[in-house]
């Protein structure tokens, strides 16, 4: 369902599942899940690419039924992905925190810090949860530039109460348009990088 190819995937999904579906697997992890051996983790990134896909892709009608999905119920959809934005900052956080840390360690005694080393670092920053915060900012970026002011207006709310800021959303967002394109031609990989960044200058 990722970039120009999944848009028809995205529209059956829409067709055949339908958008109840959806949600109430973005709103909560089923129990069912855990007792399968899958983390709250690989859940919420799973539902997340899948609703980035949908922003991404939709045209339209199915677009706008999907939009006013986090309209309802005074917003809560937008509440539970800013809670979601909220668990992801702080473990991503914490690991650059500690690799910060070992980078630091590292000079101090000598040691260079090579290619391998920083996609080691990198990947150690995606496993903490860098891949899925990346996706809960395109969606938090995407409802935010739908014109809908309801939506933008209660991101950047609970931004501001919860010590949150733009400038970080911004930045993440920024790396997360740098890897875009990894096995892409390189025209879908620049429009789509300018579209991202387009979206982020106006949040």
Same mark, same amino acid.
Do not use: W
């Given at each position: 369902?990722?970039?120009?190819?999944?848009?028809?995937?995205?529209?059956?999904?829409?067709?055949?599942?339908?958008?109840?579906?959806?949600?109430?697997?973005?709103?909560?992890?089923?129990?069912?899940?855990?007792?399968?051996?899958?983390?709250?983790?690989?859940?919420?990134?799973?539902?997340?690419?899948?609703?980035?896909?949908?922003?991404?892709?939709?045209?339209?009608?199915? !677009?706008?039924?999907?939009?006013?999905?986090?309209?309802?119920?005074?917003? *809560?959809?937008? @509440?539970?992905? %800013? #809670?979601?934005? /909220?668990?992801?900052?702080?473990?991503?956080?914490?690991?650059?925190? !500690?690799?910060?840390?070992?980078?630091?360690?590292?000079?101090?005694?000598? *040691?260079?810090? @090579?290619?391998? %080393? #920083?996609?080691? /670092?990198?990947?150690?920053?995606?496993?903490?949860?860098?891949?899925?915060?990346?996706?809960?900012?395109?969606?938090?970026?995407?409802?935010?530039?739908?014109?809908?002011?309801?939506?933008?207006?209660?991101?950047?709310?609970?931004?501001?109460?919860?010590?949150?800021?733009?400038?970080?959303?911004?930045?993440?967002?920024?790396?997360?348009?740098?890897?875009?394109?990894?096995?892409?031609?390189?025209?879908?990989?620049?429009?789509?990088?300018?579209?991202?960044?387009?979206?982020?200058?106006?949040?």
């Amino acid at each position: 369902m990722i970039g120009p190819e999944g848009s028809d995937n995205c529209h059956k999904f829409v067709d055949i599942l339908g958008l109840r579906t959806i949600f109430p697997l973005f709103m909560k992890t089923p129990k069912k899940m855990r007792k399968a051996g899958i983390s709250d983790k690989e859940h919420e990134e799973h539902v997340c690419s899948i609703l980035a896909s949908m922003l991404r892709n939709l045209k339209g009608q199915q !677009r706008s039924r999907l939009l006013s999905k986090f309209t309802e119920n005074d917003c *809560e959809k937008v @509440d539970r992905l %800013m #809670e979601l934005h /909220f668990k992801y900052l702080e473990a991503v956080q914490l690991a650059d925190r !500690r690799i910060e840390g070992e980078k630091h360690e590292m000079v101090r005694r000598g *040691e260079i810090l @090579d290619d391998s %080393m #920083e996609d080691e /670092f990198y990947l150690r920053r995606l496993d903490a949860g860098l891949f899925v915060l990346q996706l809960i900012c395109y969606i938090m970026v995407e409802i935010s530039n739908a014109g809908i002011s309801q939506l933008q207006q209660r991101v950047h709310q609970i931004l501001n109460l919860r010590g949150g800021s733009v400038k970080a959303v911004r930045h993440i967002m920024r790396e997360f348009a740098e890897s875009i394109g990894d096995g892409k031609n390189e025209e879908f990989r620049q429009s789509e990088q300018k579209r991202v960044m387009e979206l982020v200058d106006n949040f």
